[in-house]
């Protein structure tokens, strides 16, 4: 298994933005689809954003379409989020995982806090 561990996450006003990154180790990494989820206070965890391995083609949940940005640097082992135009409704704990789609057999980092004051 992939090990993760984020970080980046933060206490940001509204309309500021933030970059999470998402170290792995594990030679598995660059064969990886890679995610990241988020989970705000009394909700369920949601997807919010896919990168496959070549990169190419990332998805986006449509709630941070235009807004963030997932991308990877497979000489770093690492995933970032970049996140513009934070609003209050982004505050939540930021996970990234893999593989995606998620199974038994996918791993999750420890998470990183994301606060957007109005």
């Known amino acids: 298994q992939v090990q993760l561990v984020e970080s980046g996450g933060g206490l940001v006003q509204a309309g500021g933005s933030l970059r999470l990154s998402c170290a792995a180790s594990?030679?598995?990494?660059?064969?990886?689809?890679m995610g990241w989820f988020r989970q705000a206070p009394g909700k369920q965890r949601a997807l919010v954003a896919v990168?496959?391995?070549?990169?190419?083609?990332?998805s986006y949940a449509d709630s941070v379409k235009g807004r963030f940005t997932i991308s990877r640097d497979h000489a770093k082992n690492t995933v970032y989020l970049q996140m513009n135009s934070l609003k209050p409704e982004d505050t939540a704990v930021y996970y990234c995982?893999?593989?995606?789609?998620?199974?038994?057999?996918?791993?999750w980092g420890q998470g990183t806090q994301v606060t957007v004051s109005s």
């Open positions: 990168i496959p391995w070549s990169g190419s083609n990332p």
């Open positions: 594990g030679r598995t990494f660059s064969s990886y689809t």
């Open positions: 995982a893999a593989p995606v789609p998620v199974g038994p057999g996918s791993s």
